[in-house]
């Protein structure tokens, strides 16, 4: 599933694509993916000849801004976005949606597993609403801080890894990069967040923000299906220190890097370098 950085690149692409183009055509092909949407001729009417302003995010969430209207996206397992000339061949099963321009392209989103989601909010409500309403601060803003986390986590038993991904505690980071933070801060992923002390809140802030933003300057990491779009592939893999490197040696103490699973989610780590 595309993290923070993955969503970044893809909302990097995508502006050099379509920014400023006007919408000419809305073909909705599965209307289940819509959500928040009157009929599908009123949704095609608020979009068509509307020009997209931008395209943002908000922790793993795309924001298209179209004329009044936001369209805001999860990507969740396999959701793509292509962007190709009208006339290029598609996978008709898996194109749920499409966005004709007027430069004579088309913007595809294309979803294998349709656990994508698209809700059509509108100025006043799109940050006040679901899906975004209840997310927590940004990685890079002023609101993340350790007094912030220490709060979140005051009396909480849960393992510090499962409570980076928590969507309300700081947004964007997901399972690869949640084990990447842990092996930063020196911490065992299954240390429940109540022992944490300032040091080590201190140490997780400035481990996000400094993987996070490697991550986006790699272009995020290829794992398995990853896309930001066609034939562009994030370079960070190579960068990952213990995620997807079981029975591997670890790059500051050659002990093999272990897996577990925590909250059935994979997990892995140093035993030596990462402390309980
Ligand atoms: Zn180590």
Redesign the pocket.
Known sequence: MPELPEVETVVRTLNRSIKGQVITNVQVDYPKLLKNVGSISEFKAQLEHQPIHNVTRRGKYLIFAIGDFYLVNHLRMEGKWFFEPIETLYDHKHVLLQIELDDGNVLRFHDTRRFGTLDLRDRDTVMTTNPLAKLGPEPFSDEFTSAWLMAKAKNKNVAIKTFLLDQTVVVGVGNIYASEICFYAAIRPEKPVKFLDSDDWDTIVAGTRSILAEAIQHGGTTVSTFESSKNVHGMYFEQLKVYGRKGQP?L??Q?PIAKIKLNQRGTYY?G??QKF
């Open positions: 670890c500051e103490c002990t140093c030596y370098c």
